[in-house]
């Protein structure tokens, strides 16, 4: 007996204008009032602008604890230092997910004036075991992230997970991600295996694509996010290309949902109110 089935859509969720560190400007489709989270995705922001205005001022020096964040660039430079000495630029293509873990300081500026600024920055959160890890980074230049030519007018970026037969370089066993940059010619189709049981969900950057199989597929467009439903596959067909000429654009997620207590405010994310009332009081006192 065939148990397999593909995923549907459950929901598909636009994104909300906002800003964050001194006033840059982006789009919040994870946790904002319509979808506050993902179990384990706690947060994502797309931010893509030509104008410097939006984004010049950057992130200056803020804390984290608790959780992980993944930063990949479309376009622009942005460097990036800590209070543990770390420091790199990201670059178009480039990844970098950090384990924020016990705690880190840092800042995120852009190493440019003008042009384009866009990329995406996920959160997602870590077992109550391993909120009080040494931090440490996953960093990788486009060089290191394998790229897939799947036939027919579909392409794979490989982040985390595998297509293809192909295993992305980041690697974190609490909660298994798959992380996928997916670009799809019109009528180009892609069949991609995901854990049953597994929160998923695919966000469409460029153009228009058709999630499902059959009667119950439904159409997601630029800047909508979709949340799957169970299932061990996912299939997504490209539509008409947008008439700028780019081709239908998506980043397919997938990770085991952790099903524990969270305590979150702005820059912590703990298991309880008394941990994060800690993480003020080690941050306020400078124990990071």
């Known amino acids: 007996m065939n148990t397999q089935s593909v995923r549907a859509v459950s929901r598909v969720v636009r994104g909300m204008p906002t800003s964050d560190g001194a006033g840059v400007k982006l789009t919040r489709v994870i946790g904002q009032p319509r979808l506050s989270?993902?179990?384990?995705?706690?947060?994502?922001?797309?931010f893509g602008t030509d104008n410097p205005g939006d984004y010049i001022a950057g992130f200056p020096d803020?804390?984290?604890?608790?959780?992980?964040?993944?930063?990949?660039m479309l376009d622009g430079r942005m460097r990036h230092r800590d209070n543990h000495g770390h420091e790199g630029v990201l670059v178009p293509g480039s990844v970098q997910w950090m384990t924020a873990g016990r705690g880190i300081v840092h800042s995120e500026?852009?190493?440019?004036?003008?042009?384009r600024m866009r990329g995406f920055q996920l959160w997602i959160n870590l077992p109550a075991r391993d909120k009080m890890t040494a931090p440490k980074y996953q960093e990788f230049g486009p060089e290191r992230i394998p790229a897939v030519d799947l036939g027919g007018g579909a392409r794979v970026r490989v982040i985390a997970g595998r297509a293809a037969g192909v295993t992305g370089p980041i690697v974190q066993p609490a909660t298994d991600p798959t992380y996928l940059d997916v670009e799809l010619e019109p009528g180009a189709r892609l069949s991609q295996p995901l854990a049953a049981g597994y929160s998923a969900?695919?966000?469409?950057?460029?153009?228009?694509?058709?999630?499902g199989a059959g009667a119950s597929?439904?159409?997601?467009?630029?800047?909508?996010?979709?949340?799957?439903?169970?299932?061990?596959?996912?299939?997504?067909?490209?539509?008409?290309?947008?008439?700028?000429?780019?081709?239908?654009?998506?980043?397919?997620?997938?990770?085991?949902?952790?099903r524990e207590p969270v305590a979150k405010h702005g820059p912590f994310v703990m298991s309880t109110r008394e941990e994060l009332i800690q993480a003020f009081e080690d941050y306020q006192s400078g124990n990071f």
Request: negative net charge.
């Open 217 to 258: 597929a439904a159409t997601v467009g630029a800047h909508e996010l979709a949340v799957l439903t169970d299932g061990d596959s996912v299939q997504i067909e490209g539509r008409e290309a947008p008439p700028d000429g780019t081709l239908n654009r998506a980043i397919l997620v997938a990770g085991r949902p952790l």
């Open 37 to 46: 989270d993902l179990d384990p995705f706690l947060m994502l922001d797309e």
């Open 201 to 211: 969900f695919l966000y469409v950057y460029e153009g228009t694509v058709r999630v």
């Open 109 to 115: 500026m852009p190493e440019q004036q003008e042009g």
């Open 62 to 72: 803020h804390p984290h604890r608790g959780f992980e964040t993944v930063t990949y």
